[in-house]
T-cell receptor
Framework: DQQVKQNSPSLSVQEGRISILNCDYT??????FLWYKKYPAEGPTFLIS?????DKNEDGRFTVFLNKSAKHLSLHIVPSQPGDSAVYFC???????????FGKGTSLLVTP | GAGVSQTPSNKVTEKGKYVELRCDPI?????LYWYRQSLGQGPEFLIY????????DSGLPNDRFFAVRPEGSVSTLKIQRTERGDSAVYLC????????????FGPGTRLTVT
């Protein structure tokens, strides 16, 4: 069963606006969360992460928010740029910290 | 520095054949992971190596799949008696340690079983 869910397969945003990608998880043992970005014919590239002791982590244009009670996290990209167009995967792991459980991904298109 | 590399980039094989997929991790990374990504899905964990030993192979789907890392660097994923359902992109990742921290992925090997 899918323990990490990304319910929006695609998202289209105008350049300069905010992109919000959502992720839900079911396993309460998950305590480390990551976002990866993937271009076609390339492997996933690490973007940003957050541990369960925090509710927010920011890195430049990218911010991840974690709501443990709702088992929900989101990735905000502000401002969105055309080069951000890619598939974004949410991933989670337990305190053993190695096997990543991925969602199915959200394809983001940023239009000029 | 060099990232994770995987060879071949594409592999087409007939049903029932044996295949080997190779992964060269980032130099100095002790942890190595294999994942499989089927069409429309996210990567699915297969196996994790810490050094030369398989610390967790719980994701291998059946005994046709096997992986080795004899010298703690390069790893080979081996699939016997391939089936059409094995068609997927096989991704390798490495990290400087096991445990919390980002994993660095290679470009993957696209396996097609005809």
């Amino acid at each position: 069963d899918q323990q990490v869910k990304q319910n929006s397969p695609s998202l289209s945003v105008q350049e300069g606006r905010i992109s919000i990608l959502n992720c839900d998880y079911t396993n309460s043992m998950f305590d480390y969360f990551l976002w990866y970005k993937k271009y076609p014919a390339e492997g996933p590239t690490f973007l940003i992460s957050i541990s369960s002791i925090k509710d927010k982590n920011e890195d430049g244009r990218f911010t991840v928010f974690l709501n443990k009670s709702a088992k929900h996290l989101s990735l905000h990209i502000v401002p969105s740029q055309p080069g951000d167009s890619a598939v974004y995967f949410c991933a989670a792991s337990t305190n053993s910290g190695y096997a990543l459980n991925f969602g199915k991904g959200t394809s983001l298109l940023v239009t000029p | 520095g060099a990232g994770v590399s995987q060879t071949p980039s594409n592999k087409v094989t007939e049903k029932g054949k044996y295949v080997e997929l190779r992964c060269d991790p980032i130099s100095g990374h002790t942890a190595l992971y294999w994942y499989r990504q089927s069409l429309g899905q996210g990567p699915e964990f297969l196996i994790y190596f810490q050094g030369t030993g398989a610390a967790d192979d719980s994701g291998l789907p059946n005994d046709r799949f096997f992986a080795v890392r004899p010298e703690g660097s390069v790893s080979t994923l081996k699939i016997q008696r391939t089936e059409r359902g094995d068609s997927a992109v096989y991704l390798c990742a490495s990290s400087s340690t096991g445990g919390f921290g980002e994993q660095y992925f290679g470009p993957g090997t696209r396996l097609t079983v005809t």
